[in-house]
């Protein structure tokens, strides 16, 4: 069974730093895309860093040049690279994943949450000014 399993949310100021990390155990796919959403109360989850197997990497315009996503060759470990970080930056982040997804089926569309299979538990980003 696919896990998915976050850490590294905490706890900083306007202008820091913080990599988020995703333990995935037992994917045994090499296709497709994983990503990193973030949610905030009463708001839609949002995708903020999707990279896929054929190398591509997207961002949405809010994180673009902030944030970098990055798996490991042996797909174990998606992580988040999130600098400059500002208050709305503040959410729940979760990573996901599924073997089907790939960034230009979508052309310049979102790859949907609905999209995606496999799901962490979330980790949780405050950010304070």
């Known amino acids: 069974q696919v896990h998915l399993v976050e850490s590294g949310g905490d706890s900083v100021q306007t202008g820091g730093s913080l990599r988020l990390s995703c333990a995935v155990s037992d994917y045994p796919y090499k296709t497709g895309c994983m990503a990193w959403f973030r949610q905030v109360p009463g708001k839609e989850r949002e995708g903020v860093a999707f990279?896929?197997?054929?190398?591509?990497?997207r961002y949405p315009n809010s994180v673009k040049g902030r944030f970098t996503a990055s798996v490991d060759n042996a797909q174990t470990t998606l992580s988040l690279q999130m600098n400059s970080l500002k208050p709305e930056d503040s959410g729940t982040y979760y990573c996901?994943?599924?073997?089907?997804?790939?960034?230009?089926?979508?052309?310049?569309?979102?790859?949907?949450?609905?999209?995606?299979?496999?799901w962490g538990q979330g980790t949780q980003v405050t950010v304070s000014s």
């Open positions: 996901a994943a599924d073997p089907n997804p790939r960034l230009r089926d979508y052309g310049y569309k979102w790859i949907p949450e609905s999209d995606f299979r496999y």
């Open positions: 990279i896929d197997s054929d190398g591509g990497s």
